[in-house]
């Protein structure tokens, strides 16, 4: 779902206690992953046959796959989430999260931060206009 549709239908806080919560469950994922390549490559150092041997490196390769995927979920949620969430806070009012989505759209050119490094990782480029619930100040996320 769409950012903009899924802050405006659950809320940011909810949004965001989401994105930390599935977000864990790929760390989670990365690190079984993990285990099960130490265990495929010891499973095939203890193999006795040509073929086992071949399936355990396989099943560890196969690990090894999905345990990148899932780190790079983890991170990239992570930071997704961590960047709407320090610009969530009302600069009028001090409340944080209590917001509605009035409009969103996407970057289409690099964004920098304020030390001039681009902001690369921020995947999909969507940006928020906000305004607090509490006082109705409106600003960017």
């Known amino acids: 779902m769409e950012l903009s549709k899924e802050v405006a239908k659950r809320g940011f806080r909810s949004w965001y206690e989401r994105q930390l919560i599935e977000s864990h469950l790929y760390l989670t994922t990365c690190i ?8 495929f490559i010891e499973a095939y ?6 073929a086992r041997g071949l399936i ?12 990148i995927h899932a780190w790079q979920r983890y991170r ?3 930071v997704r989430a961590q960047r709407f969430a320090d610009k969530a806070t009302c600069t009028k009012c001090g409340v944080y999260g209590i917001l509605s989505v009035t409009d969103a759209s ?22 928020l206009r906000v305004q607090c619930k509490h006082c109705g100040h409106e600003w960017a996320i």
Not at 32 to 39: D, E, Q, S, T
Not at 45 to 50: D, F, H, P, V
Not at 56 to 67: D, H, K, P, Q, R
Request: glycine residues 14%.
């Open 32 to 39: 079984i992953c993990a285990f099960g390549v130490a265990a």
């Open 45 to 50: 150092r203890s193999s006795g046959g040509a």
């Open 56 to 67: 355990m490196l396989l099943a560890a390769f196969l690990s090894g796959i999905v345990a």
């Open 76 to 78: 990239g949620m992570m």
């Open 106 to 127: 996407r970057i289409a050119h690099p964004v920098y931060d304020e030390r001039g490094v681009s902001k690369a990782d921020d995947t999909d480029g969507a940006w």
